[in-house]
């Protein structure tokens, strides 16, 4: 912020600027920081040049005003929520999948966190009709579990064609690729360079552990640097170009033998929402049924955390359960 000087005013004299820096306001925010009242006592500087000073910079440097009503409009206009494809899992997630922000889904493998996202892609790519980009970097997309999904929600042949040509896989290799493909995304919805890019919603990022893994621990001493960029590449996507971005990670067991989220207390900061899938509690016989997971809430700028509801992978994705313990 800029010192203190004569040509900010005409009522801001070089004495009155001395005066000013012997009780240490030196700059235009510490000045409009401080109480008029004590300016005027501890300045020697008359109350009525102390309000004029500061109505000029005030105007000068201070953000334009804007309507309340006006900002919560415009955050509507753009706000989308996409569906996981099941309802309860909806309702966990105060309505689904929201745009604009990082969603993360955590578990351990064989948690259900692909099949999730199969589901979520196909249902964006169906009811939505916006494109969706899956980056798989561990190897696992599958064409045909895909298929298999969209195909269980609608009988047209020509329609379900149409929504798996909405849907385009890209495999990862390492994260210097992933970080180039985001840049990449970033530049071309920006230039509106083919059509692809201009209705693209949905970014998948299953997951994000392989590609950071190696570059963390040990004598590495790039990872912390990589995750930050990967980080703030994401963020940008989903709130500069209001994009709904979901990222796959891992769990490990942390003090006390307590579970959590893989890859530190940074990339805690990343995701708004975090949904942490595995296997039911013992109760009623659940975990010896295939299929059954418990998704609940770890994270969340909506909902509290800890509330949780049970899902089975099955056929058409992901179904609620409606089971009685």
């Known amino acids: 912020m800029p010192p203190l000087y004569k040509a900010l005013s005409s009522f801001l004299e070089a004495d009155k600027i001395n005066n000013l820096k012997k009780i240490g306001i030196n700059n235009i925010i510490e000045f409009v920081e ?18 004029k000073i500061r109505n000029v910079l005030l105007a000068q440097y201070s953000a334009l005003p804007q309507n309340g009503s006006d900002l919560y409009e415009t955050c509507i206009s753009s706000l989308a929520i996409f569906s996981t494809g099941c309802e309860r899992l909806d309702s966990l997630l105060d309505g689904g999948i929201f745009n604009g922000e990082v969603t993360e889904f955590v578990g351990p493998p064989a948690s259900g966190k692909s099949q999730l996202c199969f589901s979520l892609a196909a249902t964006v790519a169906n009811e939505s009709q916006r494109n969706v980009l899956y980056l798989d970097t561990n190897g696992t997309f599958s064409a045909e579990r895909l298929q298999e999904i969209v195909s269980s929600h609608i009988s047209n042949q020509e329609h379900i064609e149409l929504a798996l040509q909405k849907i385009y896989c890209c495999p990862v290799q390492d994260i210097f690729q992933l970080l180039q493909l985001l840049e990449n995304i970033s530049f071309n919805i920006s230039q509106q360079t083919n059509n692809f890019h201009s209705e693209l919603q949905l970014i998948i ?19 912390l640097g990589l995750m930050v960029r990967l980080s703030q590449q994401l963020m940008f996507l989903a709130s500069e170009h209001l994009l709904t971005v979901v990222v796959c990670n891992n769990t490990v067991q942390g003090e006390k033998g307590i579970i959590k989220p893989a890859l530190g207390r940074y990339w805690q900061h990343v995701a708004s929402v975090t949904l942490k899938l595995g296997l039911p509690e013992e109760r009623s016989g659940l975990t010896k049924m295939e299929g059954y997971r418990e998704a609940s809430i770890l994270k969340s700028c909506r909902r509290a955390t800890g509330q949780s509801t049970l899902i089975r992978l099955s056929s058409m994705g992901v179904e609620g359960v409606h089971h009685k313990p």
């Not at 401080?34 to 309000?51: A, H, N, R």
């Not at 299953?206 to 590495?220: E, M, N, Y």
């Open 34 to 51: 401080k109480d008029p009242e004590v300016l005027c006592c501890q300045s020697k500087i008359s109350y009525k040049d102390i309000v």
């Open 205 to 223: 990022l299953d997951a994000v552990t392989p590609v950071l893994a190696p570059h963390i621990g040990g004598k590495q001493m790039d990872g």
